[in-house]
């Protein structure tokens, strides 16, 4: 997979990171590899400051290194838009089927629809393995299930449909908060998490990891930035 980017610039998306500079900019630092993202972001940032808009390259200076996981569901935007299209089509058909339902519809196609869905999640989770292993990266199970969740809540979450479309996911978009199929979760359901200590203490275990993780990445990204500056 190449490390370059890009594309027509397109109006940028709501919730999206391209209000200023423009949405093919944005998705071409997105197809970057990882260990050379900051360099890159970096000398985005540069050239837009000296462009004399410094609001677009204060946000483009804080966007964060993807990981591996977000780096493959990006690419996978380039790599098989016909595949993310589908996706994005499936999940379009689950929402209409779970509004039907709240609405107090029969629902009947809720399951189909719902399958649907998970074959096209699932299909494209394994082309996001073959491009971490295309790339020398590792493929593991925790790795491939990263994929898979990123694909699954980003393609039902409004804001987020049009930046998987374009490669653009500035992070990885957490199943938290939503219950089966994406169907968010009510007072009840979170009244029961409360209520289980065993799913209290999983919440509050995964919170931790992922401060823990947010972390150690902040401090690579600072080194790195360190490193930079010093080689400038």
Known sequence: MSDAGGGRT?????????????????AALYAVAPERFIAARDALAKRLRGA?????????????????????VNGLARREPGAIGALLQAAEGLRSAQGRLLAGETGDDLNRSAQAHRDAVHELADLGRGLLEESGRPASVIMVERIRRT??????????RPLLAEGRLTGEVPAQGFGIEGVAAGPGDQRRRRDDPALEAARLDRERRAAARDTAERALEAAERARDTAMD
């Open 10 to 26: 397109r109006r940028p998306a709501a919730g999206g990171p391209a209000e200023s500079g423009t949405d093919a900019e944005i």
């Open 151 to 160: 694909l699954h809540s980003a393609s039902l979450l409004e804001e987020a």
């Open 52 to 72: 004399g808009d410094t609001a677009g390259a204060e946000r483009v200076r804080t966007l964060r290194r993807p990981s591996p996981a977000l780096w493959a």
